[in-house]
């Protein structure tokens, strides 16, 4: 069974980077694509980012591209969100989520299996 654990989320200030995590475990395909996604009070989650762990493959979405950047470690099965210069509009839960395939897309719907969440929270 496909698991995910997301960590790194704690209160920051504006201006600082952070790196999240997401361990993975259950999977045993080397064809999956693995998102991060934001969510605030009152919106829908959204996706920041996402990487293809077939190819390699990253897209970082427009509004944080430049400041966001995903990556993985294959051997321990673990992506990553890097945040750089953080802003209080990026406050919020982050989640990541799994999907089996050749993919890296930023649409919920694209994912089979989420984490429970890591909160970030962005002081002014």
């Known amino acids: 069974q496909v698991q995910l654990v997301e960590s790194g989320g704690r209160l920051v200030q504006r201006g600082e980077s952070l790196r999240l995590s997401c361990q993975l475990s259950?999977?045993?395909?080397?064809?999956?694509?693995v998102g991060w996604f934001r969510q605030v009070p009152g919106k829908s989650r959204a996706g920041v980012g996402c990487i293809n762990n077939f190819d390699g493959s990253t897209f970082i979405y427009d509004s944080v591209r430049g400041r966001f950047a995903v990556s993985t470690d294959r051997s321990k099965k673990t992506v990553y969100l890097d945040m750089d210069r953080l802003t209080p509009e990026d406050t919020g839960v982050y989640y990541c989520a799994w999907v089996i395939g050749n993919s890296c897309n930023l649409w919920t719907g694209g994912y089979t299996h989420w984490g429970q969440g890591t909160r970030v929270t962005v002081s002014s």
């Open positions: 259950g999977v045993t395909w080397d064809g999956y694509g």
